[in-house]
C-alpha cells in the first residue's frame, strides 16, 4: 500500500517560549484556552514567532488541513490503498486512520488537532480514527519500511507528474513537505531515495499532493 508522509508538517502547538507573547496570551483568551493548548498559527501569533527557529517553515495549520482535505477525499482513500502520515517540524507523527472525515471547517479542524494533542488518540466505536506519537521522521521510515522513498522538492531533479508516479509501487512512501516555504532539513532528505522537482514554480503543499495522487489513481483505477 502507499504511503503519504506530510514530513516536518506546520503543525504543532505554541511553543514555550513564546506562550507569554502578548498575542499569543490574547488570542488563547479569546478562545478559553491555556496558551500551551492551542495550535501555533502565523496568522494570530506573527509577532511573538519573529526570530524563532525555523520561523518560515512553522505557523501554518491551515495549510496541514489542506493538505488532508485533498488527500482523505478521494477514492485512493475511501478503497484503503494509501496510508496518511503527518510527522510535525517538532518530531511528532499523527497517523490517520480509515474513514477519517476530516472537518471541513478549519476552525472545527483546529479544534480536534488541540484535542488530539491533549489526548493522544481519537477513536470511535470501531477503531482508532487519529493517533498521536512521538516519533522522528527516521524512526516512522523504519515503522513504515518501505521499498523506496520518493520525495517532492524544488529542489529535486526535474521530473513529470506521470513520471514520478511510475516510480510509485504499492510499498513506496511519498514525502512532501507539510510547510509554505523552505525546504526539507538535510535529516529528512537523508531518508529520500530519489528526489524530484514536478513543476517549474514552487507549489503550495496540498496542489501537490492533490496533482501526483490524481495521477497515481489513475494508474490504479485503470
Request: hydrophobic share 35%.
Amino acid at each position: 500500500m502507499l504511503s503519504l508522509v506530510l514530513a516536518e508538517s506546520a503543525l504543532e502547538l505554541v511553543p514555550k517560549s513564546i506562550q507569554k507573547h502578548p498575542s499569543v496570551v490574547s488570542h488563547s483568551q479569546k478562545l478559553g484556552k491555556h496558551s500551551s493548548e492551542i495550535l501555533l498559527d502565523n496568522s494570530w501569533h506573527f509577532a511573538a514567532m519573529k526570530g524563532i527557529k525555523n520561523e518560515l517553515q512553522r505557523g501554518r495549520p491551515d495549510l496541514v488541513h489542506l493538505c488532508l482535505l485533498e488527500a482523505c477525499t478521494i477514492p485512493l482513500y475511501f478503497e484503503n490503498k494509501i496510508k496518511i502520515y503527518v510527522h510535525t517540524v517538532n518530531d511528532k507523527v499523527i497517523r490517520i486512520g480509515t474513514n477519517v472525515r476530516i472537518p471541513k471547517s478549519y476552525h472545527r479542524f483546529e479544534g480536534l488537532i488541540e484535542k488530539l494533542y491533549k489526548e493522544k488518540t481519537i477513536s470511535n466505536e470501531d477503531s482508532s480514527l487519529l493517533e498521536l506519537k512521538e516519533m522522528s521522521f527516521f524512526k516512522l521510515i523504519d515503522l513504515i519500511k518501505p521499498t523506496k522513498v520518493i520525495g517532492l522538492s524544488t529542489q529535486g531533479k526535474q521530473s513529470s507528474y506521470e513520471n514520478v508516479v511510475s516510480k510509485l509501487d504499492d510499498d513506496c512512501c511519498l514525502v512532501i513537505g507539510g510547510f509554505h516555504k523552505g525546504h526539507f532539513s538535510e535529516i529528512v532528505k537523508k531518508r529520500i531515495d530519489e528526489l524530484y522537482c514536478i513543476d517549474t514554480k514552487s507549489l503550495e503543499a496540498h496542489i501537490a499532493v492533490g496533482r501526483v495522487l490524481y495521477e497515481y489513481e489513475k494508474t490504479i483505477f485503470k
